[in-house]
């Protein structure tokens, strides 16, 4: 008999509302995560720290462990004090550098995961992939899914507003990445996932149309959920395509180029994936994906990310080093450094120009 449907890897649990914190304890004595209780729980000496006080009388089984920082031997120094305990799962509580800690570590040791994220940064919460700063610079490594995602919306609110903008920039590069899928499909014949591109499509698609702001609760359960399911849509396609094409090989560049100035990855797919849209001759998308950025704080230019042009034209001349193997619309036009600088410097107008059309008519409405 032909296999007539497939199974998807996700969470068990998924929790995103205003107050789920309140109900961590009960998540957790699942019979499928956890039956006794005996937990690991890696914090941070921050958000995490301050949130242990709120936490630790519902859960008197577990062992808490401060975690300093988001390398990989961090990681691998908390799976080693890990495996001292017998417990039953690992929860992750804090930030996405802890997130990305504990997933490896919990990998490490074989333990399901719980993610608990206190700011809503970019798509690791849910994705089989931890992040990690290593002697190389920064490498991403194969993990299994959490197990649970508890998000409370009252926490994201309360974290630094630059975290929660730079997930939006994370979920709506998604809208870029597919259509680089979609190049190596045309070009090279590359399978897509077409259950995955779905859900990555309409994951930044319901953060790139939603009308309100990172204020707005509603628009803070849009972006939890859209973030949650890029993490899905990489685990059905087995990688991270559905989430990361030109956009990410760009902010990649970034990283490996300027370690000590580089900004918060999101910022920098948002701006990679504006302009990956402009090389792709979808300018009134690029247009459009930069004025919602600039709405919501985000950066769409060099120098506001705090890099010069020459620096730009750097570090997307560089990108496709970034991913070996990887084709996207930086590898299919292959410009170079002073085609970079003029289909820059087009861009720069063309967002420019809309946003004067925009301040316009704002003044218009606002004189009549």
Excluded at 180 to 198: F, T
Aim: hydrophobic share 45%; charged share 20%.
């Amino acid at each position: 008999m032909p296999v007539l449907t497939r199974l998807i890897p996700s969470p068990v649990v998924v929790d995103i509302r205003a107050g789920a914190l309140d109900d961590l304890a009960g998540v957790l004595a699942d019979e499928r995560i956890a039956r006794s209780g005996r937990l690991a729980v890696a914090v941070s000496n921050g958000s995490g720290a301050r949130l242990r006080q709120r936490l630790e009388a519902s859960m008197p089984g577990a062992t808490w462990f401060e975690v300093g920082g988001g390398t990989l031997d961090d990681a691998v120094r908390l799976a080693g004090e890990m495996r001292a305990g017998r417990f039953e799962a690992v929860v992750g509580l804090g930030g996405g550098k802890i997130i990305d800690c504990a997933k490896f570590a919990a990998a490490r040791v074989g333990l399901p995961l719980v993610a608990v994220p206190t700011n809503l940064a970019h798509d690791g919460l849910c994705s089989p992939v931890a992040t990690l700063d290593n002697d190389a610079g920064r490498g991403s490594y194969g993990v299994p899914n959490p197990i649970a995602v508890v998000i409370d919306l009252d926490v994201i609110a309360q974290a630094p507003v630059r975290f929660v903008r730079a997930g939006i920039g994370d979920a709506v590069s998604n809208i870029s990445a597919i259509a680089d899928w979609e190049l190596a499909n045309r070009v090279n014949g590359e399978k897509i996932d077409g259950l995955a591109a779905a859900i990555a499509r309409q994951a930044g698609e319901a953060v790139l149309r939603h009308p309100g702001g990172v204020g707005d609760t509603g628009f803070l359960q849009v972006l939890a959920e859209a973030l949650v399911l890029s993490g899905i849509a990489m685990s059905v396609s087995g990688d991270s395509r559905p989430s990361s094409g030109a956009c990410h090989e760009i902010n990649h560049a970034f990283d490996l180029l300027f370690p000590q100035r580089a900004a918060a990855h999101g910022e920098q797919c948002g701006l990679g994936a504006a302009f990956a849209m402009y090389l792709r001759g979808a300018h009134e998308e690029s247009v459009h994906m930069a004025g919602v950025l600039r709405r919501h704080g985000l950066p769409v230019l060099a120098q506001e990310i705090g890099f010069t042009v020459e620096e730009f034209v750097r570090a997307v001349a560089y990108a496709p080093e970034t991913r070996p193997g990887r084709y996207t619309i930086l590898e299919h036009l292959a410009l170079t450094p002073e085609e970079i600088g003029d289909a820059y410097a087009e861009y720069a107008e063309a967002i420019g120009e809309s946003a004067q059309e925009e301040r316009c008519e704002v003044g218009g409405v606002g004189s009549v």
